[in-house]
């Protein structure tokens, strides 16, 4: 019995330890939820008491005076009365009430009621964003209400309450912010707090009392049955999740009639509770793993079937555009070798839909927004998607409503993905009769909804079969549909990028007698030009194409002799290309091959008597300093008014990356993409380097004057009238440089010198190497586009994707080809430029003139590209017998700015 007892007491006091802990943690829970409670509400109440002082004072602020205040400075009438109405609002038990204008560098004050204050904020006064206040900055600039702040600030412990007031045209002209200081409220907190815990242990140390007072009858005995069934029940779930041990505790009796008894039974029920959970749960788990694997061998499927289709594939694409490119290839035979080309860019659509749904499924999918031309997307669909016809007996008609928008903003190739998927769709699904796609759209602020019908006579759906149109990998009545081509996956990639832009999609359909496709979009608005009468009629008869190609051939360029441009790229090919496209305009063009040489011209031209440039046009994919790099350091680390406002324009060959919001945040005024359109640069180029009231002063022609010489073309010099290399378009090539041939041909001699080192470079390729290898990619494709050699131009923008993405093993396939390709291109254009340089040789002297040279030295010195240029243009009329690798060297050297290096040399002789 001694024993017995000496086990009860034991158990005693350790269920009263643990009880008292119980207690002592449930005070505190309670001690914790009650000063929460307390906290929330006195936070609660200040907030609310400071949106209504804020928006009292909303009322009395004239927000249209706002901006006139903050502008002249003017203490008037008016704003004195608005401050006195303000000062009566604070009352006593605010700690500042005051009125702001947020900009990008910080609040602009217009009122201060802090009558207390010994030196209260003046009008205007900026007061710079706090950097450790990131999201309530964003907040403010954003617009619209800004949460409540509440923290420690050099005041003390202060509740910030923020309220927006807005301009009679709904702008959000400043914010109201009222401070309450939280001092006397943290006292009374802290007093509430001690209170509280006086109690609670108070509390605890009563029912600890009386809990040693009763145990011995009422406690010891039960818990020692729970105990026992507790242990029996932790050794058997340890072995194992699949159930709990529970026969102990399911078995076990209790019959004290009180809270024991009730927790016996509770712990029974939770013990059923857990088993049930475990039952459930192993199964879940079970189907999960196997939805996983099942995840992962798809996706593993989809991008190895993707690339084993890429391969020959883009065989197929790249020699039917080389062929296309053929002035051979005419009537039938180019119709069907087109017809062979739209095919292959269908299939890789196809391929392209399963990469699609597949990045959709992980989350991975975003959109890339830039502003594009309407006419040139609906072309572009049309003619790809009229080729489905074929024999058919198939009307199709267009209507479009003429005032839509020209130009807008939004993921062109996800919007023509759209178009080309239901238009698709209505070609392949209708056998005869009639396909009418409508096209409108509706202005909305600063959005733009596009709304698109296609309806056909074609085969309809089944009522029972709308529902699943949308459903990954399915295509509904198969046995109707078993001759038709596609993956099912179309029309659910089209709802899901309809969504991405904030749209809807529907459908109507008659099985049997047609099918009305109907979607919803939205652009971003650009400017009111709309597509007119006359362009419409060329989209509606298919002719809009070479009505963009006459646009080219006609442009007229301005005069633009005082303009001083500077180029900058790290390939010299690109630096050319620039240059003979600018070069009509009669501008005075430098270039510079890094990004840090930009900086530093910059520099020079922000010091008083530096040349300054009217614009610059920089790369943004560059070695070492990137243009973005080079941007930001132009912008806020060179001083001067200079450094700050002269135009750069962004030059890129990655059409993704084409996304103008990135561009204009980063400190570019505009993007130019590669290959370069000149009607895109002509826009350019008036907008941001001509001075029409400069022109005006020194009376200049509005258009290049007339030399009185015959046009430099490739028709009237007859460089490349009749000739061709594989691979390289000469038509497109010389519309990118107005027909001057012989600006076209020294671009083909810098590309042959930039091809000829590539091979080696790009046979293989390692993962330390990737970001090298898609740098040189990226030239490679801008330069190729630029010249015409589209199928070079196609391959490496192919794998300077790849190699963003990290996919070696499709980049070490191909670069064997891009290798190959560039050896027989270079061979070609090398043979082709060899004869071409025998044809048109020059006159021959004995050595350079002295003089000329001298001119050289004088201009490097001086920092004179004009005359430099001038005077290498007269050396460059001759070859020479002796010293003809001085004048190669010099030019190459002034095509890239490389002024001390040319006066050195020059200097020695």
Known sequence: MAREGKINRSVGLRLTVLIILMIAAISGVMMITGYSIFKNSTEQYYIEMGEMLANIAIRVIDADAVDSWLE??????????????????????????????????????????????????????????DPNYPEFRRQVLAGGKVDPVIGMTEYGWIINVNVPFYGSDGSTKGYVGVDFSMDTVMAERMAYLRNLAIIMLTITAALAALYLFII????????????KAADSFLVKEAAGRESVGSSDILSMEINTNDE????????????????EYLANLNIATKNALQSENANIAKGEFLSKMSHEMRTPLNAIIGLSELELGSEELQGDSYNNVEK???????????????????????????LAPANYELPSLINDTVTQNMVRIGSRPVEFKLHIDETLPFCVNGDELRVRQIFNNLLSNAFKYTQEGSVDWYLSGEIDGDSVWLTSRVQDTGIGIRKEDIKRLFTDYNQVDLESNRRIEGT??????????VELMDGEISVESVYEKGSVFSIRIRQRYINDMVIGGEILRNLSEFHYTADRRSKKINLVRAYLPYAH????????????????????YGMIVDCVNSGQKAIDIIREGSREGGKKYNAVFMDHMMPEIDGFEAVRIIRNEIAGEYAKTVPIIALTANAILGNEERFLKNGFQAFLSKPIDIIRLDKIINQYVRDRKLERELALPEKIPDSGGEPRTGTADGLFEGKTVAGIDFSTGLSRFSNDGETYLDILNSYLSQIRAAPDKIRTCTAAGIQDYRTLMHSLKGTSYAIGAKAIGKLTEELEYAAADGDLAFINIRSRELAESLEKLGQSLADFLETTKIENRKPVQSAPDPALLAKVLEASIRYDMGQLDAAMEELEQYDYETQSDLI??????????????????????
Do not use: C
């Not at 659509?349 to 959709?360: A, E, Q, T």
């Not at 441009?565 to 070069?583: F, P, S, Y």
């Open 260 to 275: 024991l008894q009730s927790l016996a039974e509770a712990m029974k029920s939770m013990v059923r509770k857990i088993n």
């Open 888 to 909: 190669e060297w010099l030019r190459k050297q002034a095509d890239k700015s490389e002024l001390d290096r040319i006066r050195d040399r020059l200097s020695k002789k």
């Open 565 to 584: 441009v500077l180029v900058v790229d790290d390939v010299q090919t690109n630096l050319d290309v620039a240059k003979g496209m600018m070069k009509p």
């Open 340 to 366: 062979i080309y739209v095919s292959g860019m269908t299939l890789l659509g196809i391929i392209n839909d399963i990469l699609d749904i597949s990045k959709i499924e992980s989350g991975k999918f975003t």
């Open 488 to 497: 099912g996956l179309g029309l659910s990639i089209t709802k899901n990028l």
């Open 216 to 227: 011995r009858k009422t406690i010891i005995l039960p818990v020692d049955i729970m105990a």
């Open 72 to 129: 002249t400075r003017t203490i008037d009438e008016a704003y004195k009365n608005t401050m006195h109405l303000l000062q009566n609002i604070r009352g006593n038990k605010v700690k500042n009430l005051y009125a702001y204008q947020a900009g990008d560098d910080g609040s602009y004050f217009l009122f201060d009621a802090a009558l207390d204050d010994e030196d209260p904020l003046e009008l205007g006064y900026l007061d710079p964003f």
